[in-house]
């Protein structure tokens, strides 16, 4: 290998050769990950909930005096009640939302979709260039578009009632799903405290330092990115408050979720409404509504390379990069891969490949 190594260097500089020989381990170990996750995800899921109670746990062992053991399953536990009470609230909540939500707009369509069309074919009819014959077609296609739409947003509203009821019969094994995260998070919790990773200490093995800090760059990565996405709510329902939106939570929360979504995201809520309100003549809504997600837009993006790049301590040009390039390639999952192959990198270099070269300076 060293033979190999030194031939390559011939001809490669040693902070590339070093990167690319990463990235190649790092990229199959994350393909694995991904292809893995369906089996691996409750292990997943207790991983990070085992980081993220570390500091509750040393907390709860300081003020009560509980015992290691005792204070882990105390805070996994509520971690696991609280989890597990906020899903079903919420999913089935969202449930009943979309489908008012759905039947709302089908009433709409039912009351002023005519009279949209008799509008529309008015105005065509002001051209007197157009052929008659051309703008009843074009009419006769919107009338049987708009028959097919309120057809399918009744099936839709039927699917999602369906889909909350098989929600709830999936309740039992969400149930168990949540349980094994919790099980995989107790000894995880105990590992942690008992060899001190997270308080990085001097003392550790070069091996045991890259786990501290990959762990501290995990917990950053899911609190920072959790943050975006409120922020990203929070700026959405207070915009729809304000502009006194029907159904502001839910769409609020939609925008949230699609925010993850490579180039649409929250366009995909927006462009609707917007077309909602010209449609029904509501132009200053509109307008405050499309100025709403410039707002978004502009906060979302000022804030994202910032946040990221303080929290794990990369430059804020490779944070652009690594989002742009990660949601051009593959959506959230490629800005997910290009940020931690960076931040892993940058771990790598301060912990391995600098200590060999301060040894071999000594030796020298």
Same mark, same amino acid.
């Given at each position: ?9 011939? $001809? ?14 790092? =990229? ?7 292809i893995?996750?369906?089996? /691996? #995800? ?25 015992? /290691? ?7 996994? =536990?509520v ?5 597990? *009470?906020?899903?079903?609230t919420?999913?089935? +909540? ?7 939500l ?10 002023? $979709? ?11 009819l #002001? ?7 051309l ?40 149930f ?7 099980? =995989?998070?107790y000894? *995880?919790? @105990? %590992? ?5 990773? @997270?308080?990085?200490?001097? %003392? ?16 950053? +990565?899911?609190?920072? $990115?959790?943050?975006?996405?409120? @922020? ?42 917007? *077309? ?68 892993? +990198?940058?771990? +790598? ?5 600098? =200590? ?9």
């Amino acid at each position: 290998m060293k033979r190999i190594d030194d031939f390559v260097l011939m $001809y490669i500089k040693p902070n590339v050769y070093n990167f690319i020989k990463f990235a190649i381990g790092f =990229s199959l170990l994350f393909y694995l990950f991904i292809i893995t996750f369906q089996y /691996t #995800s409750p292990f997943v899921v207790g991983f990070v909930v085992a980081i993220l109670s570390i500091r509750p746990i040393q907390w709860v062992m300081k003020k009560f005096k509980f015992k /290691t053991g005792i204070a882990v399953m105390l805070v996994n =536990s509520v971690v696991f009640i609280i989890t597990f *009470i906020a899903i079903i609230t919420f999913s089935l +909540y969202i449930g009943f939302e979309i489908k008012n939500l759905i039947l709302s707009i089908y009433n709409f369509l039912q009351e002023n $979709y005519e009279s949209i069309i008799q509008d529309f074919e008015s105005w065509l009819l #002001s051209f007197q260039f157009v052929d008659k014959a051309l703008i009843n077609s074009i009419t006769d296609m919107f009338m049987s578009s708009g028959t097919e739409m309120s057809t399918q947003l009744l099936a839709q509203s039927s699917l999602v009632f369906n889909k909350v009821l098989a929600f709830v019969s999936f309740i039992p094994n969400l149930f168990i799903v949540l349980l094994f995260s919790i099980f =995989s998070a107790y000894p *995880i919790s @105990i %590992e942690l405290l008992q060899t001190n990773l @997270i308080t990085k200490k001097k %003392e550790h093995t070069k091996t045991e330092i890259m786990i501290s800090e990959s762990i501290d760059s995990v917990g950053k +990565y899911v609190i920072t $990115y959790g943050l975006l996405v409120f @922020i990203t709510f929070m700026v959405t329902l207070i915009g729809f408050i304000i502009l006194n939106i029907p159904y502001a939570f839910l769409l609020s929360v939609l925008c949230a979720i699609l925010d993850l979504l490579p180039i649409v995201g929250t366009i995909l809520i927006f462009v609707p409404l917007i *077309i909602m309100y010209l449609m029904e003549g509501n132009y200053v809504l509109a307008i405050a509504l499309a100025v709403l997600y410039v707002v978004i837009q502009v906060v979302r993006q000022s804030v994202q390379p910032r946040l990221l790049s303080t929290s794990l301590d990369i430059h804020p040009l490779v944070t652009l990069f690594s989002i742009f390039a990660g949601l051009k390639l593959a959506g959230f999952v490629g800005m997910l891969y290009f940020i931690a192959l960076f931040v892993g +990198y940058g771990i +790598y270099k301060r912990v391995i490949i600098e =200590s060999v070269n301060s040894q071999t300076e000594i030796e020298l």
